[in-house]
């Protein structure tokens, strides 16, 4: 190709960098809307008991991915390589440590997301086709435990179709997976906009807005915290600071998970036009966007709904009964549709980038050989498969619940995204703590862009992100635990591939 063309091949690694400005945009854009933003508000109204609670929850959320994201820029344009995150904790601290990274991508954290978004867009895509459902079993449940069992039903066949099919999409070059990632961000972006604008004006002619700005951090029932440690206090927002900080802190749980994914570009850095560049100010402009459009979400869920009915939301569908509310029963129809097209293109952007991770690794030698291989159309297919397969195998395993003499099946993927909600965040302060390790060990090298308000806002973000994951592991030891451990899994993996790795080389 000839350094002129719209599409570059980098002579080094064998990508083409085709991904320019929007469509880098449209990735992180894509990554993080999902289905939460339709679902985790009510969750958050408990907890937080006001209607200035739910706002400054998310506005807390979106401050924080901004600076995340702002900080991400500088490493992001000092190496513009494929792996992105892997690549930045490798060089800021070991290869052991972009590793545990890694593994904990490809043991939950990017394969249990898609597993998580491939049930999402096929339980709202049951509500268009009822035959498509969690209880219509190909497979009846098999018991493998007393607390874990395997089934396949209608709705857990359709969640491996996408996945499978998504994964067959981006294996015929980026071209198509870039094509499909701007068309369904675009139009969930709008779908997103249309009840925003909907909910603001409809909403807004009923007086529940005003109703409930009137009473903006008045209590109304809001949850009890209780530790799982015996040495700690219950606490809710009505129990001073102390409770004020520890409700906010868990609450984050909910909507930092439905912005996550912002950091799936740095993954494609190996196919950007102008990395150094272009990566920086997508990763600002895609997280600004969207944070925008949650806190203008949540806004209209205000505009159109009693606080009560948010925190009371069927099966914490907020999304769904606030377009009922809006344009009658054809709402949960509608918001079906909004979730289908959220989700797919959500799936789509999480299948794209997580495999170039994967790829990094089998670089270093820490991953199946295979997948550091690129096919014809310049992707590294062999990752897209290996990804495919161990994402459907999450899909299978089904968590086991009795209340009341009654059996009732839940996801595995669901436990295991709880448990890595903590160490995500481990990595993202890691990764932050790595550009003032990086300016000290390496403060000749080439930044093109260097990170917005340094020093004040990367280590804002550490603070709270830090204060945050102690809460976490003190009020929900049950999830932040299990999550440290499945990194900490990778320790011991690590040194076999490592091993493995140097025997084949010495063997050549």
């Known amino acids: 190709m000839e350094a002129g063309s719209a599409e570059i091949e980098d002579s080094k690694s064998g990508f083409v960098r085709s991904l320019g400005l929007l469509d880098s945009t449209m990735i992180v854009a894509g990554s993080m809307i999902g289905s939460g933003i339709f679902i985790v508000s009510a969750d958050i109204a408990r907890q937080t008991g006001s209607v200035g609670g739910l706002i400054l929850t998310w506005v807390i959320t979106g401050l924080l991915t901004m600076f995340a994201a702002l900080s991400y820029g500088e490493l992001a344009a000092m190496m513009p390589k494929a792996g992105g995150q892997y690549i930045y904790l490798r060089e800021s601290y070991s290869p052991m440590m972009g590793f545990l990274f890694g593994w904990a991508m490809f043991l939950v954290i990017q394969t249990g997301t898609i597993a998580a978004v491939g049930v999402a867009f096929a339980r709202f895509l049951g509500i268009l086709l009822p035959q498509i459902s969690e209880t219509a079993y190909i497979v009846n449940p098999i018991r493998l435990s007393d607390g874990y069992a395997l089934s396949l039903s209608t709705q857990q066949l359709v969640a491996i179709a996408l996945i499978v099919a998504l994964t067959v999409l981006n294996m015929q070059g980026l071209k198509l997976g870039k094509f499909i990632q701007n068309v369904f961000t675009s139009a969930k972006t709008l779908s997103l906009i249309a009840l925003i604008v909907i909910g603001i004006l409809i909403g807004g002619a009923t007086g529940t807005f005003s109703d ?13 915290i209780k530790p799982d440690f015996s040495f700690l206090p219950e606490v809710s927002v009505t129990g001073g600071i102390f409770g004020i900080i520890v409700v906010f802190c868990v609450a984050q ?9 912002w950091n799936n570009i740095t993954f494609t850095a190996g196919e950007v036009k102008e990395p150094k560049k272009n990566i920086p100010l997508s990763l ?7 944070t925008a459009l949650y806190i203008l979400a949540n806004l209209a869920y205000l505009a159109t709904l009693p606080f009560e009915k948010i925190q009371n939301a069927p099966q914490d569908r907020v999304g769904t009964l606030a377009l009922d509310t809006m344009i009658g029963p054809i709402g949960a129809v509608v918001m079906a549709v909004a979730i289908i097209v959220s989700t797919f293109g959500c799936a789509n952007g999480l299948t794209l980038a997580g495999a170039r991770v994967y790829y990094a690794m089998a670089k270093d030698g820490l991953f199946f050989k295979s997948t550091g291989n690129l096919n014809t159309r310049h992707v590294p297919a062999f990752a897209l498969i290996i990804q495919c397969i161990w994402t459907c195998i999450l899909v299978l395993p089904r968590t086991i619940k009795i209340e009341n003499g009654v059996e009732s099946y839940g996801n595995l993927y669901g436990a295991l995204l709880d448990y890595v909600v903590f160490a995500v965040l481990i990595f993202y302060i890691l990764t932050i703590v790595g550009i003032f390790r990086l300016r000290k060990s390496r403060p000749d090298a080439e930044r093109p862009y260097k990170a917005f308000g340094y020093p004040v806002v990367p280590a804002m973000y550490i603070i709270a992100a830090t204060l945050i994951s102690s809460v976490l592991l003190f009020y929900r030891p049950q999830t932040s635990v299990p999550g440290l451990l499945i990194v900490i899994s990778g320790i011991p993996v690590y040194f076999i591939w490592k ?6 080389h010495s063997q050549n």
């Open 284 to 290: 600002a402009m895609g997280t600004g966007l969207v």
């Open 253 to 261: 749980v909910g909507s930092l998970f439905s912005s996550d994914a």
């Open 212 to 224: 409930n700005i009137s009473e903006l951090f008045t209590p109304q029932a809001p949850s009890v």
């Open 499 to 504: 091993n493995f790795s140097s025997n084949q």
